[in-house]
């Protein structure tokens, strides 16, 4: 299947678990705005089928890259850096998986950041949906206080509600596998669960 399929069968997936709509009430994002819409990935990101998709096109993303690692705020991040992690042994390129911490465990090491990474390893960042992009940000800056070095920023969903451009003025390079309009427009076509073209 090509890249083009998978985003296309991973965009199906998403309506069909992870996308929900509500005139009223609106639903509360993180960010605390109302918005008539929501994404909840994890139902998504944690299937087989969704997993096995989202791990192959971010390894398709990065196998030409130099980067060793990728990884996010927890928890939204976690399932698809373990799938990238999986897909890339796979592929013969591995490519690490990282936590990054909301909060800092008060025993232990007491670290940010966990996974088998270490200062100076080239990382992406990654999210699971980007609406003002402050989760991501706070990720890139973790990242950086551990001595990473964020190459680039992957979501698997963009909102377009500025969260894009506010992340590019951490870093100057952020992929994007679907983005608002192209779910919405694939949900429009939709028909008995099935893409009508």
Known sequence: MTINKMKKRLGEIIIERSFKFSDNPPFTLTSGKKSNYYFNCKPTTLDPEGMNFIGT?????????????????????????????????????????????????????????????????????????????????????????EGLNVELVIALIDREEGGRENILQYVDNIKIILTRTEIMNLRAKLINGKVVE
């Open 57 to 145: 096109i971010v390894f398709d993303i990065l196998k030409n890259t130099d980067v060793t690692a990728a990884g996010g705020l927890t928890l939204g991040a976690d399932p698809i850096a373990n799938a990238l992690s999986v897909i890339s042994y796979q592929k013969g390129k591995p490519i690490k998986s990282f936590i990054v911490r909301k909060d800092i465990k008060d025993h232990g090491t007491k670290s940010k950041i966990e996974g088998n990474v270490r200062p100076g390893e080239k990382v992406a960042i990654i999210d699971d949906v980007i609406t003002t992009g402050a989760s991501t940000i706070t990720a890139i800056e973790q990242a950086r206080k």
